[in-house]
């Protein structure tokens, strides 16, 4: 199997290359061509190898969900010219992620349990339990880092920093809803529980743009519906799909991303039941089957595929 970590092409018109933890974007002025490596991160740490199909499995998710809510928010896509490449056009991004919860897991289950029962400004009800569902969804953004940690922020300190206007705010709010619930039903018609997620948006032209990846197991996090209420009654832990296994498997060797914990090592083991759960993830949330495309000169391919796409625009 072959991973896709670094990517180094020179497009016709190229002004910039962006490398962040998993895509690398090229900015050709009016469009961005975003490549979704193999790369994977957790706790804001690249780790050291590549998960094969993990790019394609993240694209190609993106590329379906950004076509299914295009009726409720225009979004950057132009096309998916590769199973790992977008073209959209350029969008001045917001410097927040809208972070939308329906249930406390994850993050905020860990921030919960520390005993915080405020989150971005938002009060959390006493005696929950880890995996419970909110009465309703909750937004606790966070900043956008380029380097280092996203941290938790409230809209009024995004307001008063100057981050986002509060009527940008108030949009970005009105479309991470609306987009959660569309996400809620597309999982729910799949036996899945759509638990948390985040969106990001930039600007073009003077209108709110969707940005990026949506409703990927690298942005979001599933539960299966099926035994849900049982294992939340039990106190066990619900059956997920999403990027919380590998953190759950990083803390279960020591680490966390804070400064002086190594990485433990990734075994051949270890990746390919990593890219086992990505394909698993892509297969429930889709219908579809997964066709994998690592067997070839990833690299060559994608570039190929690049020019000739750009050579139309």
């Known amino acids: 199997m072959k991973a896709l970590t670094h990517t180094d092409f020179h497009f016709p018109g190229q002004q910039s290359k962006y490398v962040g933890k998993v895509r690398d974007v090229y900015d050709l002025g009016e469009y961005f061509v975003m490549v979704a490596t193999d790369r994977i991160s957790a706790f804001d740490v690249v780790l050291p190898k590549g998960i094969p199909c993990k790019g394609q499995v993240l694209n190609q998710i993106a590329a379906k969900f950004l076509d299914e809510t295009a009726d409720i928010v225009p979004n950057w896509k132009i096309a998916a010219v590769d199973p790992m490449v977008t073209v959209g056009y350029r969008c001045e991004p917001f410097k927040v992620e809208m972070v939308i919860r329906g249930y406390l897991a994850g993050h905020a289950w860990r921030e919960y349990k520390a005993g915080k029962r405020e989150m971005c400004g938002v009060a959390l009800p006493e005696g929950m339990v880890e995996n419970q569902r909110f009465p309703e969804p909750i937004i606790t953004p966070t900043t956008k880092a380029d380097e ?72 979001s996090r599933y539960f299966y519906a099926d035994g849900y209420e049982e294992r939340l009654a039990r106190g066990e832990r619900q059956k997920q799909l999403s990027k919380e296994f590998v953190r759950e498997w990083l803390m279960s060797e020591g680490f966390q991303g804070q400064a002086g914990q190594k990485v433990p090592e990734m075994t051949e083991e270890i990746v390919s039941g990593i890219t086992a759960r990505y394909i698993e993830l892509y297969e429930h949330i889709t219908g579809e089957s997964f066709v994998r495309h690592d067997d070839e000169d990833l690299e060559a ?9 750009i050579a139309k625009l």
């Open 148 to 219: 280092g940690h996203d941290l938790d922020i409230s809209p009024a300190e995004l307001i008063a920093q100057g981050i986002v206007s509060a009527e940008d705010y108030a949009e970005l709010e009105r479309y991470t809803r609306a987009l959660f619930a569309r996400g809620t039903e597309l999982a729910a018609a799949k036996g899945l529980i759509l638990v948390d997620t985040k969106y990001e948006f930039g600007k073009k032209d003077g209108k709110i743009y969707l940005m990026d990846e949506i409703h990927t197991p690298d942005s």
């Open 301 to 309: 391919r994608i570039g190929k595929n690049i020019e000739e796409f």
